[in-house]
């Protein structure tokens, strides 16, 4: 059993390492703008927050004002900020709702398309809103922080914990994150 459960954790962690080694490379569409975007390129700062996000959870909506004010406050210090949505396909129909959401909310970033939920299935995403920070490091981008974006989804009003506004901070004065994942809390990401 021992040597088992050794044997899985060292193909996971080769599994992980190689997808780690080739996040630069992941590319999709951006639904505002209909171009194909490397995050690699995206990902040209101090760092890199990619939120998972759909237009069905309402969890997503609560967090709208959240990550308006998260994204003002750190996107002139070198930080990048992207949604991106596993529930749609690539076709304009689809895309049209992404775009006029990025338009009438205000929220002013791209908005990518998880074609396949291939970006979905690589971070091993769960929960919509779910983040994951990128930053450069030795072998390309690394993942420094991953999960809620802070600890009361539902009423802003009661937020104590600013897990993604800490992790951010952090970065910027060159830290580690600690911690470096939070369990994140919202809509269960539909999986095709």
């Given at each position: ?10 193909c996971?962690?080769?599994i ?15 639904a ?9 390129a995206?990902?040209?700062?101090k ?57 009438q ?15 979905t299935?690589?971070f ?52 580690g ?16």
């Open positions: 059993m021992k040597k088992t459960t050794i044997l899985l954790s060292l996971l962690g080769l992980w390492s190689a997808a780690a080694q080739n996040l630069n490379e992941l590319s999709t569409i951006d505002v703008t209909g171009k194909t975007m490397s995050l690699g995206m990902s040209s700062g760092g890199f927050v990619l939120i998972f996000h759909s237009l069905n959870c309402p969890f997503a909506k609560l967090y709208e004002s959240r990550i308006k004010a998260i994204k003002s406050t750190f996107q002139n210090q070198g930080i990048g900020f992207a949604l991106i949505n596993a529930e749609v396909g690539t076709s304009e129909a689809e895309q049209t709702p992404l775009r006029n959401y990025i338009d909310s205000g929220l002013n970033m791209s908005y990518l398309i998880d074609t396949g939920q291939a970006w299935k690589i091993g995403i769960t929960k919509v809103p779910e983040v994951i920070v990128l930053t450069p490091g030795q072998n390309g981008l690394e993942i420094s922080y991953r999960g809620a974006i802070d600890n009361n989804p539902q009423a802003e009003s009661a937020v104590s914990e600013r897990h993604l506004e800490r992790a951010l901070n952090q970065i910027l004065r060159g830290e994150t600690t911690p470096s994942q939070v369990r994140p809390v919202g809509c269960n990401v539909r999986t095709y």
